[in-house]
T-cell receptor, first 116, second 114 residues
Framework: GAVVSQHPSWVICKSGTSVKIECRSL??????MFWYRQFPKQSLMLMAT?????????EQGVEKDKFLINHASLTLSTLTVTSAHPEDSSFYIC???FGSGGETQYFGPGTRLLVL | KQEVTQIPAALSVPEGENLVLNCSFT??????LQWFRQDPGKGLTSLLL?????REQTSGRLNASLDKSSGRSTLYIAASQPGDSATYLC?????????????FGKGTTLSVSS
């Protein structure tokens, strides 16, 4: 099956720093990538949808200036958490899909962010 | 706005029992429905995907059904094993402002004791 990787898997940073998380589709071209956030014992909440070559579409309540998403190629999307604060500590998961409808999304293993 | 609800939130059973996890969704205009497994601190493992035109899918000891008109799905796990202990997430692909997206329920945390 299709493989999606995320890097790093773990990151600990000081409050105020920016953190970049990479999401890569390893064996297919992802026309669409998604970023989710999951707080402890909560479900995955969609943050934004990213189509290659265009600006990301953010869900209501997600600050686009704080969570910068770049989808520069068909195999790479990045999420940058700018000026991270402790409340940004969470599990961030990306997924990738080829197509624009009901095709299967393939999920990355997630990145755990801890902001001190 | 699509909302997905899963019942129960948690379930504990002895090994060998058959069990059913429930999922409901508010908007029946879905492309598909998926069941995922998530182990603590880990990513998602896709278990079953049911297209909107299908009624059920089976994989090993797992069987998932879909009744789109009533907005319900069930995941049936036969002969449960301690290794089945995990959180099971139900998600539907629905249209949104960006095209389509997966909307998740909060999950059912299953504990199977030996």
């Amino acid at each position: 099956g299709a493989v999606v990787s995320q890097h790093p898997s773990w990151v600990i940073c000081k409050s105020g720093t920016s953190v970049k998380i990479e999401c890569r589709s390893l064996d297919f071209q992802a026309t669409t990538m998604f970023w989710y956030r999951q707080f402890p014992k909560q479900s995955l909440m969609l943050m934004a949808t990213s189509n290659e070559g265009s600006k990301a579409t953010y869900e209501q309540g997600v600050e686009k200036d704080k969570f910068l998403i770049n989808h520069a190629s068909l195999t790479l999307s990045t999420l940058t958490v700018t000026s991270a604060h402790p409340e940004d500590s969470s599990f961030y998961i990306c997924s990738a899909r080829f197509g624009s409808g009901g095709e299967t999304q393939y999920f990355g293993p997630g990145t755990r962010l801890l902001v001190l | 706005k699509q909302e997905v609800t899963q019942i129960p939130a948690a379930l504990s059973v002895p090994e060998g029992e058959n069990l059913v996890l429930n999922c409901s969704f508010t908007d029946s205009a879905i492309y598909n429905l998926q069941w995922f497994r998530q182990d603590p601190g880990k990513g998602l493992t896709s278990l079953l995907l049911i297209q909107s035109s299908q009624r059920e899918q089976t994989s090993g000891r797992l069987n998932a059904s879909l009744d789109k008109s009533s907005g319900r799905s069930t995941l049936y796990i036969a002969a449960s094993q301690p290794g089945d202990s995990a959180t099971y997430l139900c998600a539907v692909t629905s249209a949104n402002q960006a095209g389509t997206a997966l909307i998740f329920g909060k999950g059912t945390t299953l504990s199977v004791s030996s």
